[in-house]
């Protein structure tokens, strides 16, 4: 740049002082980039996070929860518009995750179910003996 212009450039800013960049000092500097950097993180962590579904407090135990639950997150990945695919993903792996606990749940209550009822023929077996 030749000097004649930077001193017309000079002139300018010193007419108008709004125009041209604004001097930063270092610590403004770096408190912008990493302003930046952490709404680059909240939003890649926002995308990740997914928001608990409302359930109407209704009885039917923890099983009936997780199937109002997975319903509602099932309707959030068919919606229209769709959600993102970090959004998407992120819902699947809720429901997968929905969807074990569920599983898990039914085999703890059938395994109760058979303890109970072998319970019962040991006592109606004992109850027999006895007489």
Sequence with gaps: MSSAHHIAVQEAIAANPRAGPKPLTI???RA????QSNRRLQ??????????VRTPKRRGGAT?????????????VNAD?????????????KIDALEQ???QKQRAGEQRRQQQQQRS????AAAEQKQ
């Excluded at 009936?64 to 959030?76: C, N, S």
């Excluded at 518009?81 to 792996?93: D, I, R, S």
Aim: no cysteine.
């Design 27 to 29: 610590e403004q500097y």
């Design 32 to 35: 912008r980039q990493s302003g």
């Design 43 to 52: 939003e890649d962590y926002r995308l990740t996070q997914i928001p608990k």
């Design 64 to 76: 009936a929860k997780l199937r109002r639950e997975r319903a509602a997150l099932l309707d959030r």
């Design 81 to 93: 518009p769709p959600p993102t695919w970090a959004e998407a993903t992120a819902l699947w792996l």
């Design 101 to 103: 606990q569920q599983q």
């Design 121 to 124: 023929q040991a006592v109606a």
